[in-house]
């Protein structure tokens, strides 16, 4: 089957009942990829973690000692370490697997007679794609009807060059191997460059060329992000340091005491106790539920880097049509050289007869069934006034086109005349490139130019339409080489988006410079920065300047550009650089192949999910999913949040590691009864771990955190502001809790109830660090009236089992502890409660004087 283009429109494609059948005859259509991790996967992990085996250690001494009890305590919580470890994996590997389908190769497909957009994964064999450029292609398939149709097929062949596809009626060729130009065959996993087609699925899944070759689609696969890499330091230094203390607290108990085997207990705490196991799963759990959450505000991050990245940018370029603009456009003026009317002054069905062959030939040089919103505009505009008339005409083919390119902005579609012989030619494109087909003279495109320079003064985008008419048989190479006639202009407007001035006053706040980026003319542009709420407007500059300038040039007059007008995508990349040597942190949008290498170069490149190409998709690391300038403010705001977050877990991670290990450290050096036993850290462990997992992670956002400037990508998650706050307020909570044990003491108690005081004390000062460090900028009573209900559950479980091993006589054995007297009770709480106070103090203070803490 080969068809003509106006038959397309015919096309009905498969049934969804014919999809279902294909569905379960065939399968879905994706290669093997690697396994998701199963849970026993996840436990093989576990037992090389060096808590599990300091834990399997502490339970096997206790068996030697004797102490079964203890032992099976110790062994029965690292199954309940296990579990928790095991959720948290659990959640992580599905918040990666929403991403990864939703990030996963899409096709557009026409089934039940109605074009639709599809996973990758659903096309089925006999499906019906359209191919368009800038698409990965998702299955093998025959073409059927073909443009001007360019494949880039070196993930099969090795060959960078594209080649060159054409339609056949006949589908039983012998060759169907990837490689040659004019083979009617496309191969899945392979990149249209150029022109567009519709295909006949042939073969899917394992099925296809790339199946048979074994080789898997890539998914979403990440290196180590800068933040890693940082906590992987930090844990290293610190197991280290663990290991020496254990080592020579394991020699001093031996020495002075002469007990090896509580010794060795005593130093295997302390590294339990002293271990940051946390950082490492808090960074990932983090990172990848920030991904998750993100999604469902219709931004999609295919690399987890673009998270931490997106709370320190400073500059976001954007396109004008579809991220500022509705990307809806209608058709407001007409200009017949001197001319200029305004069509809602015509009325909906009638036109000046002058203008009828300018809205035809506008609607010659379209696509038959347009994607782009311009040539919708003009085909509605046709429908509405030459309904009547012979200027319409559906049933015209397209015999030849000659495609946009960037050395001429105009495109032209040749059809045969009907009757009379010869060819038809229509041509439309930027009002200098069809003034340039044309070959006018100076004042005749003088006088085209002001009209231009008028109806982009109102916004509009404004294009040029000719014609020729050519009885030669053979067709020239270059449509330059017509005789083209300059019929008129058309100028469309593109309503801003009612969100984007709001969204770019959010930007200002946050200390991010917008820059407009178009293809459109200066007025046009500038009229549009009006509207959403530029401020301080520099000069704008032009695609023709950018080529005359160098490097050098452009970064020195960048900082005060916020408006690029005439730029062709390859000048994308020429303004992300200029920016990024300027030290900006650019966040970059785009949507077709050209933006490719800008998206790539920048810190954050953005694809439009609804209109972008595959590969802008692919190279970026973010894709909205919903094209909107909004959608990016949010994505910033979230990343913020994400950090702000990140930052607090990490903060209460270092300060509560504090006491733990001064606990277990401090009554070994001064020869005091011991303060915790390897059960307690654990205990203690199955409050931190869901504290930094879920507490943290879920907290919302800051006040004003976006009013305040961007965060320096080069400053360390781990500076020494954070470093030295949360050792401080580990700090005051060892002195705290020390000084109650050391009083307890004193006054003649108990060891048991002296180390239960301390502990319990631990716990109420451990959840107050939680607490406190929900917020750094509000207090700990503003911060309660927020809802987080992760907390409350990690509050009322701690609560929960702290009473049970204070008041179970069995638990009571097993962590060496006691009845407590209720006036205990009130001193540990209040004890733990005084331990975050100064912290209260320092916020309060840092909020009178406006300064962040």
């Known amino acids: 089957m080969n068809l003509q283009e106006h038959e397309i429109k015919k096309l009905t494609g498969l049934t969804s009942s014919e999809v279902e059948e294909r569905l379960r005859q065939y399968g879905y259509n994706e290669l093997p990829s690697s396994k998701k991790r199963s849970v026993f996967k996840i436990i093989f992990e576990i037992l090389h973690e060096p808590m599990f085996i300091l834990l399997v250690v502490c339970g096997a001494l206790y068996l030697v000692l004797g102490d079964f009890e203890e032992a099976m305590m110790l062994l029965g919580f690292v199954f309940v370490v296990m579990g928790i470890t095991i959720y948290q994996e659990n959640k992580t590997e599905k918040a990666l697997d929403t991403l990864k389908d939703l990030s996963s190769p899409r096709a557009l497909v026409i089934r039940d007679g109605e074009e639709s957009r599809i996973a990758g994964r659903e096309v089925v064999i006999d499906d019906l794609i359209i191919i368009r ?25 090795g060959e960078s060059v594209p080649v060159r596809k054409t339609s056949h009626a006949d589908e039983n060729i012998e060759t169907r191997k990837p490689g040659g130009d004019d083979i009617p065959f496309i191969f899945s996993g392979t990149l249209a460059v150029q022109g567009q087609g519709v295909g006949r699925v042939i073969a899917a899944g394992v099925q296809t060329e790339l199946g048979k070759i074994g080789k898997a689609l890539s998914g979403i696969e990440e290196g ?54 946390e950082f490492p799963v808090v960074l990932t759990i983090f990172l990848a539920l920030g991904a998750w959450r993100m999604s469902k505000k219709q931004v999609l991050t295919r690399r987890i880097a673009a998270v931490e990245t997106l709370g320190s940018a400073t500059v976001l370029c954007v396109d004008k049509t579809g991220t500022l603009t509705q990307n809806r456009m209608s058709v407001k003026k007409l200009s017949a050289l001197t001319h200029i009317i305004d069509i809602d002054e015509t ?96 004042s005749t495109a003088d006088q085209i130019i002001q009209n231009v320079t008028v109806m982009a003064g109102e916004g509009l985008r404004v294009i040029g339409v000719a014609r020729a008419f050519s009885m030669d048989g053979n067709l020239p190479g270059h449509q330059h080489e017509f005789d083209f006639q300059f019929i008129g202009l058309i100028g469309l407007a593109d309503p801003i988006r009612e969100t984007v001035p709001q969204a770019i006053r959010e930007c200002y706040g946050a200390g991010i410079q917008v820059v407009m980026i178009t293809g459109d003319y200066p007025g046009t542009a500038l009229n549009i920065a009006r509207q959403i709420g530029f401020r301080e407007i520099g ?54 192949v050209n933006d490719a290498p800008a998206l790539k170069a920048a810190h ?18 973010i894709v909205l999913l919903k094209d909107d300038f909004t959608s990016i403010v949010a994505a910033v705001r979230l990343g913020r949040r994400i950090f702000d977050n990140l930052k607090k877990a990490m ?67 781990f500076g020494k502001r954070l470093l030295t706050l949360s050792f401080l307020q580990g700090l005051f909570s060892l002195v705290t809790i020390i000084g109650v044990y050391k009083i307890a003491l004193s006054l003649g108690q108990p060891e048991a109830e002296a180390r239960t005081l301390a502990f319990y004390t631990l716990i109420i000062s451990n959840l107050c660090l ?50 407590m007297h209720p006036l205990d009770i009130l001193i540990g709480f209040g004890s733990g409660i005084l331990s975050v106070v100064w912290f209260e103090c320092v916020k309060i203070l840092a909020y009178r004087k406006n300064k962040e803490l």
């Open 224 to 277: 180590k992000t800068i933040l890693q890499k940082e906590t992987g330091r930090i844990v290293k230094t610190v197991f280290l340091i663990a290991a020496v203390l254990c080592v020579l607290i394991i020699l001093v108990y031996g020495f002075t005491r002469g007990d090896w085997m509580m010794g060795i207990l005593s130093g295997i705490t302390l590294a339990m106790a002293m271990l940051p196991e």
């Open 539 to 592: 000069p704008i500059v032009t695609g023709p300047e950018l080529e005359k300038m160098t490097p050098g040039e452009l970064k020195k007059i960048i900082r005060g550009v916020n408006i690029f007008a005439r730029v062709v995508p390859e000048q994308k990349l020429m303004i992300v650089n200029a920016f990024k040597e300027n030290g900006e942190i650019v966040a970059m949008t785009g949507d077709g």
């Open 651 to 717: 903060a209460y991670i270092i300060s509560i590691h504090v006491p733990i290990a001064g606990a277990s450290l401090i009554p070994i050096v001064m020869k005091w009864p011991i303060i915790l036993y390897p059960v307690h850290i654990v205990f203690l462990e199955l409050i931190i771990d869901p504290a930094c997992t879920m507490v943290f992670e879920q907290e919302k956002e800051e006040r004003h955190i976006m009013d305040r400037p961007p965060r320096d990508p080069n400053k360390p998650l």
């Open 604 to 621: 954050i490149g953005v694809a439009m999910g609804e209109r972008g190409t595959d590969v802008a998709r692919e190279t970026a690391g």
């Open 770 to 819: 939680i607490m406190s460090n929900r917020s750094w900028s509000s207090n700990i009573f503003s911060i309660m009236r927020i809802p987080n209900k992760a907390l409350l559950w990690v509050i009322i479980g701690a609560l929960f089992f702290m009473g049970l091993v204070i008041f179970v006589p069995f638990l009571q054995r097993l962590f060496h502890f006691t009845w």
């Open 133 to 157: 450029e800038g698409d990965r292609i998702p299955a093998d398939a025959v073409l059927i009807w073909e443009r001007n149709l360019s494949v880039d097929e070196s993930i099969l062949t």
């Open 347 to 442: 009325g909906n069905h009638s036109l000046p007869e002058q203008y009828h062959e300018l809205v035809e030939y506008g609607i010659l040089a379209s696509k038959i069934d347009p994607f782009d919103p311009m040539e919708k505009a003009l085909i509605e505009l046709g429908k509405k006034t030459l309904f009547d008339t012979e200027h319409l005409h559906d049933d015209w083919s397209i015999v030849e086109e000659y495609p946009l390119t960037r050395e001429l902005l105009s495109l032209s579609h040749v059809y045969r005349s009907p009757g009379e012989g010869g060819y038809i030619i229509a041509a439309k494109g930027a009002p200098e490139a069809i003034i340039d087909l044309c070959h006018l003279e100076d």
